[in-house]
């Protein structure tokens, strides 16, 4: 199992573009997450779903969309990207609330 | 306000010494999950405590969950530079209305040869 993988890597945006990351996850889970996590701030929660075609808020969720319309992806989405999205951006999953597994990253700088 | 604050915000020993860093918080919690973090990945779960007063070892690393449930803490015994990374300790926020876990800021340990 590769477990939860994400899309792309690394990636340098200049303000206003627009992209998506990808998280897919290859262990059934139902429950998927993106935290974003910045220097002295920890990890942030940006959105969340609980099952394919649901998704909510989470802590920090201005600036961002999701969607999950398979059960094993959970797309992110910058419409109109700032620098102050500049951030490490992290998926997870997990099939309890209490437990997740996190994927390894995708470094975002936006000029 | 953190929910957790975890101490010593930064931490750089030698080889072979040993640590200890804290997690706390003034509320009560089911139980509180310890993650390294490692440089360039994701948290990967070291431990989940469940019990007040309840010790789990991991090889070097010792885990408690304090009596009251507010308070954690992590010792590593003859730290090694294998253990550099941040360490970060977790609650399950059932008094939320996301249910979801909320993270510490993190200690971030290195170890020297």
């Known amino acids: 199992n590769a477990g939860v993988t994400q899309t792309p890597k690394f990636r340098v945006l200049k303000t206003g573009q627009s992209m998506t990351l990808l998280c897919a996850q290859d262990m059934n889970h139902e429950y998927m997450y993106w935290y974003r996590q910045d220097p002295g701030m920890g990890l942030r929660l940006i959105h969340y779903s609980v099952g394919e075609g649901t998704t909510a808020k989470g802590e920090v969720p201005d600036g961002y969309n999701v969607s999950r319309l398979k059960k094993q992806n959970f797309l992110l989405g910058l419409e109109s990207a700032a620098p102050s999205q500049t951030s490490v951006y992290f998926c997870?999953?997990?099939?309890?609330?209490?437990?997740?597994?996190f994927g390894p990253g995708t470094r975002l700088l936006v000029l | 306000t953190q929910l957790l604050e975890q101490s010593p915000q930064f931490l750089s020993i030698q080889e072979g010494e040993n640590l200890t860093v804290y997690c706390n918080s003034s509320s009560v919690f089911s139980s509180l999950q310890w993650y390294r973090q490692e440089p360039g990945e994701g948290p990967v779960l070291l431990v989940t405590?469940?019990?007040?007063?309840e010790v789990k070892k991991l090889k070097r690393l010792t885990f408690q969950f304090g009596d009251a449930r507010k308070d954690s803490s992590l010792h590593i015994t003859a730290a090694q530079p294998g253990d550099t990374g941040l360490y970060l300790c977790a609650v399950y926020d059932r008094g939320s209305t996301l249910g979801r876990l909320y993270f510490g800021r993190g200690t971030q340990l290195t170890v020297w040869p």
């Open positions: 405590v469940v019990t007040g007063g």
């Open positions: 997870a999953s997990g099939d309890r609330l209490e437990t997740q597994y």
